[in-house]
């Protein structure tokens, strides 16, 4: 089962104006750097980004808001970026903020079949209007919780740091974040890894996302990993 | 009256041995300085960590090992990493002892706002709707007072909520306050100095005031 | 008339490349070793397993590694282990493209039973309840009529279900069969050697008969 | 935060009558074989077992049920035990037969904080009697569904093949199956291992089970590890 393809744009081709479109990532830990290249360059409008965020002016899905690509956002945290306050004043970009463990349950969801979650997050605030809200008890505790759906983007873009040839992903540290579920979500998965290997050369008790779940790879080029907050100490 | 470090070396003295913790951005991120080295305690990093270590040092950064603040840190023996969604998990199952976050406004009920002013650009909830949903035990670190003087101690809250009825105790500049089940600032602690009147004065909610208010001993 | 093989050869055929599936326990099982060399399929175990291998050799077997009928198998390159949560999640996330399963009755409207039989003990459903009610594509493997010559291509099953209009195609020793979205059995080949008038007098539910019916071609 | 024990007994000491207990495995592979054995040594009775299977007579959970310590089983498939035939049909134990895909999700449910989830296993039969049914669309379709709630064990007993005193835990091949979340939805859980490491010396990457879901760590002692039914080929 062979889903190698030869880079990004080819990864990318069949991504459409208007699609919803999930990105993994966190902050700029893990983003699909060469697919976000591509789909700048390819110049796709009107996406719906799933993201926890949406990348910095310069870098990440910020190369997307500058180009006006993208028509809205799905997201947890947007602090760094001012092309974004922007597009969201003005009112070319709408933005839907929700939380973070209830994006990344809902982008769970779907990898695992299940059209609806419940989760305490944002019970008794703005986010848990015209929602349904249920009590349910738990460890022991009555309390509230809202139905929150799956989230189901038409195709997903994770980077990796090994994949092998038949889809199976590896990453590294905390680039993992939402990568694995956004991988799981999509109805197309397109993953660009560090390292692209044959099948057997990754541990089976070590894969993160089985390969079942991914569509296209390829092996991605020229990594920034660009640090968002360097902070360090000074050895003594 | 405390500063920031001053409020965090209190709150510190709130963790325990054996505790698995989430710090906040913020006065709670330096809550982790002032943990006694002679208890075990494993902090949680809600994009992924368990046993997350100090910042690296100078030219040992990892654009791959970051905290949720985005800054880059380092793992001690033990570490575990995992996905969003699992973290969440574990937060949300009550596998987090404690969780210690910033406000803008609590309320004598418990309720606290801290993602939103409006009129101002939103940038998110990020994960403290979740966190503070689900932890069983939440101290918030913040100031007494807003920048304008005016208490963030309040009878109800006036900006957007993160959560309703969740907040157990509050450390300020000031005071070491709980809130009570049936509502209520519940004056536990007075801050260096700082008298049982300046307290009174700073909260604008329902301060409850039981026999003498020992102050805070910190270090 | 076919065997057991043979029932298993004529299923091989409806596996195509790129395939990600299941077999369920009996005459399933031998599909894996009639899937064509030259085509691409990945083998799903629910207890685990993506790319599940033949198996092992004398000698070579590891307690570890079992398929979802407790067997001792292999790996094959490209393997993925995980865990039966995310395993029953792909298989409801509908990622497993054709579930192969044997069946006790299968209705004209695609209802399928075959976990239980009122009066004997019951073991268990394990895992086909799931299976049947998330699949894309499900192909039944089983006998045409049971030992008692009843048919078991019915009008309405009389056992217990497994799972509701699931089932799109039936492969027996007498015939392929399809379920129509609208209901009925719609013959689609005999067995070699079969004629329609016995794959009538077997079936009980409503069979469908359109056109000159094709002899099966196996091998 | 070392949470090793020395061993079973220490490690169950306050395993009670009348507790309801998960235990991973499926069918005798990955079983916590140690627990096990020291649960019948120690006697408890009346349990409510949750496990995908119930062992066969003379090993596994059959343990447990020849000495009759088991009230209630909830289970999956429990094929292979005649004492566990003998026990049902003379009602000296209760059977509860759930989806094999069903129970795992439930158990994960309560190690992931939600309270309870949706899936389409059962629907429109007698597993669905008495239970909540909705529709959702998902993946396009709309179909039915059915409310099922997290089950949340007293004590759960895992088998892993490493584990760091910390509680992390690593399996190997398909040993893995239900005992993640089996160890995740525990209230107290045990873990036994084949291999008890210390603290660094598992790559934080490959983690399981992080330890914040493990209670109590053990190392275990001889491993039968039995296989249930053996099929090989022979070399040509």
Known sequence: MNKTVKNASEAIHDIKDGVTLAAGGFGLCGIPENCISALVEKGVKNLT???????????????????????????????????????????EMEVNLIPQGTLATRLMAAGYGMPAIFTPAGVGTEVAQGKEVRKFTFNGVEKEYLLEYALEPDFSIVKAWKGDSTGNLIFRLTARNFSPVVAMAGKITIAEVEYLVEPGELNPNEIHVPGIYVHRIFQGTNYEKRIEQLTVRKKT | MLDKNGIAKRIA????????????????????????????????????????????????EDADLINAGKQTVTLLPGAAIFDSALSFGMIRAQKVDLTILGGMEVSENGDIANWKIPGK????????????????????????????????????????????????????????????????????ERAPGVSVDQIKRATTGKLIIEGEIPEMVID
């Open chain 1, 49 to 91: 980004c799933i993201s926890n965020n949406a990348g910095v002016d310069d870098f990440g899905l910020g190369l997307l808001l500058k180009k006006k690509q993208i028509k809205k956002m799905i997201a947890s945290y947007v602090g760094e970026n001012a092309e974004f306050e922007r597009l969201t004043l003005s009112g």
């Open chain 2, 13 to 60: 003295k709130e963790v325990k041995n054996g505790m698995y913790v989430n710090l906040g951005i913020g006065i709670p991120t330096l809550v982790a300085n002032y943990i006694p080295k002679n208890i075990n305690v494993v902090l949680q990093s809600e994009n992924g960590i368990l046993n997350m270590g100090p910042f690296p040092f100078e030219g040992e």
């Open chain 2, 121 to 188: 650009l939103v940038k998110g909830m990020g994960g403290a709707m979740d966190l503070v949903a689900s932890a069983k035990n939440i101290i918030v670190a913040m100031q007494h007072v807003n920048k304008a003087g005016e208490s963030k101690l309040l009878p109800a809250c006036t900006l957007p909520l993160t959560g309703k009825k969740c907040v157990k105790r509050i450390v300020t500049e000031l005071a070491v306050v709980d809130i009570l089940p049936q509502g209520g600032f519940k004056l536990i």
